[in-house]
């Protein structure tokens, strides 16, 4: 994996030997050297290693997907700001499975970093109200759960969100003692101990 900034050297290297292509009078030559330059240029702004953790992600393939994301050694130096987030986007959905606090960190890292793609945020928010839902966070995890269904404009995420409306209205139905609370029996058999 090269550094963003050899990406742009390799395509400008490239794109100036097109140019002396053109005027040697080698067109073809120079429009091949042309389009490769845009691999390099296409590269700077969608990383490659992003781009096979996609991949292996879209086939649920976590583990594959994790080996990619560990080749990115120095994100601040290898990523532009964007990409930063979608490394912790994808970081966040992997760990999202085992360790919620760690995810939380991710997702809000990954919508501070920004996102292109409104339903990538409306994801990484729809994670955080389930984060917060689960923490009993109610008033911010609504919040995020209006704001990612304000993102979602193609309703790619409508069943997850109007599931997660209806746990919501579930546990507020639930009276306070079943919801995790003790009942009063039980914190004054806790007060005589």
Same mark, same amino acid.
Request: charged share 25%; hydrophobic share 40%.
């Given at each position: 994996?090269f550094n963003k900034?050899?990406?742009l050297?390799?395509?400008a /290297?490239?794109i ?9 009078g ?5 429009i091949m ?8 240029i296409f590269?700077y702004?969608?990383?490659? !290693?992003i781009?096979l ?6 086939k649920?393939?976590? $583990?594959?997907s994790?080996k990619?994301? %560990? =080749?990115?050694?120095?994100p601040e ?8 987030? #979608? *490394?912790? #986007? /994808?970081?966040?959905? !992997?760990?999202s499975?085992t360790n919620?606090?760690e995810a +939380?960190?991710y997702?809000k ?6 996102l292109?793609? %409104?339903?990538? *945020?409306?994801?990484a =928010?729809?994670? /955080? ?10 008033? $911010?995890?609504?919040?995020l759960l209006?704001e990612? +269904? ?5 309703d ?5 969100i109007? !599931?997660?409306?209806?746990?919501? =209205? ?8 079943? #919801? ?6 039980r914190?004054?058999r806790?007060?005589?101990?």
């Amino acid at each position: 994996m090269f550094n963003k900034n050899i990406k742009l050297v390799i395509a400008a /290297l490239i794109i100036g030997y097109g140019i002396y292509q053109f005027t040697e009078g080698y067109i073809g030559n120079g429009i091949m050297y042309l389009l490769l330059s845009t691999i390099f240029i296409f590269l700077y702004f969608k990383n490659e !290693m992003i781009l096979l953790a996609f991949l292996k992600l879209r086939k649920q393939d976590f $583990e594959g997907s994790k080996k990619w994301l %560990d =080749k990115i050694k120095n994100p601040e130096g290898a990523l532009v700001k964007k990409q930063q987030g #979608y *490394l912790n #986007y /994808l970081n966040g959905i !992997m760990v999202s499975q085992t360790n919620m606090n760690e995810a +939380e960190g991710y997702f809000k890292k990954a919508i501070d970093l920004g996102l292109s793609m %409104d339903h990538d *945020l409306a994801m990484a =928010k729809l994670n /955080l109200a389930g984060i917060a839902f689960s923490k009993r966070k109610k008033p $911010e995890a609504q919040k995020l759960l209006a704001e990612a +269904e304000k993102l979602d404009k193609r309703d790619m995420l409508a069943d997850q969100i109007k !599931m997660m409306k209806q746990q919501m =209205k579930k546990a507020s139905a639930i009276p306070k003692h079943q #919801y995790g609370q003790p009942t009063s029996s039980r914190q004054n058999r806790r007060s005589k101990r």
